[in-house]
Nanobody, 120 residues
Framework: QVQLVESGGGLVQAGGSLRLSCAAS????????MGWYRQAPGKQRELVAR???????NYADSVKGRFNISRDNAKNTVYLQMNSLKPEDTAVYYC??????????????WGQGTQVTVSS
């Protein structure tokens, strides 16, 4: 089994920064892409940022220039540096691993989510 464990969420004032981490553990052979999604109350889950195994990245328009996603392939860990945070960034942030290959096959996985709250 694969587990994604997120950390780094919390409460921050507008304009502040947070760094989220997500470590994938288990008998993992490879992970295609990893990403961060978020879901605010009453809204659908949306992609925040995504990074492939070759470190190609894409971001939601709302976070471009403020957030940076990075990845340590050796540690199966993905990071999200969030700067200039705004109240509208408040949400539960979920880590995702796409096409994760183990001895039991290939599928995607989700973390349990970490709360990010930005106060005005």
């Amino acid at each position: 089994q694969v587990q994604l464990v997120e950390s780094g969420g919390g409460l921050v004032q507008a304009g502040g920064s947070l760094r989220l981490s997500c470590a994938a553990s288990g008998s993992i052979f490879s992970i295609n892409a990893m990403g961060w999604y978020r879901q605010a109350p009453g809204k659908q889950r949306e992609l925040v940022a995504r990074i492939t195994s070759t470190r190609n990245t894409n971001y939601a328009d709302s976070v471009k220039g403020r957030f940076n996603i990075s990845r340590d392939n050796a540690k199966n860990t993905v990071y999200l540096q969030m700067n200039s945070l705004k109240p509208e960034d408040t949400a539960v942030y979920y880590c995702n691993s796409e096409r994760t290959t183990t001895a039991w096959g290939t599928r995607g996985y989700w973390g349990q989510g970490t709360q990010v709250t930005v106060s005005s």
